[in-house]
Nanobody, 119 residues
Framework: QVQLIESGGGLVQAGGSLRLSCAAS????????MGWFRQVPGKEREFVAG????????SYSDSVKGRFTISRDAAKRTIDLQMNSLKPEDTAVYSC????????????WGQGTQVTVFS
């Protein structure tokens, strides 16, 4: 069993920064990749950033590239999302996700943490 728990969300002024963290607990699960998604009411979940566990290669959506940085700490079983130059359109519930080896998609999800950016 695996649980993903996000933290670090909050209210921030446009142009500011937040750092989100996601911790895995209750399992020795070794993911193929982990990532961050976000969702606002009435819209579909959007991919934000992902990181491969082996090697640490990263990918980002065009909307956050250059502003957000994803990282991982394998020993601590955590991933972080450093969000800089935040914009009001970044406002969303941000969820951590993990993908099993050989899985075509993400399999485990946290409950999300709210990020609100005001101008």
């Amino acid at each position: 069993q695996v649980q993903l728990i996000e933290s670090g969300g909050g209210l921030v002024q446009a142009g500011g920064s937040l750092r989100l963290s996601c911790a895995a607990s209750g399992s020795t699960f070794n993911p193929a990749a982990m990532g961050w998604f976000r969702q606002v009411p009435g819209k579909e979940r959007e991919f934000v950033a992902g990181i491969n566990w082996d090697g640490g290669s990263t990918s980002y959506s065009d909307s956050v590239k250059g502003r957000f940085t994803i990282s991982r700490d394998a020993a601590k079983r955590t991933i972080d999302l450093q969000m800089n130059s935040l914009k009001p359109e970044d406002t969303a519930v941000y969820s951590c996700a993990a993908r099993r080896v050989l899985s075509p998609g993400y399999n485990y999800w946290g409950q999300g943490t709210q990020v609100t950016v005001f101008s």
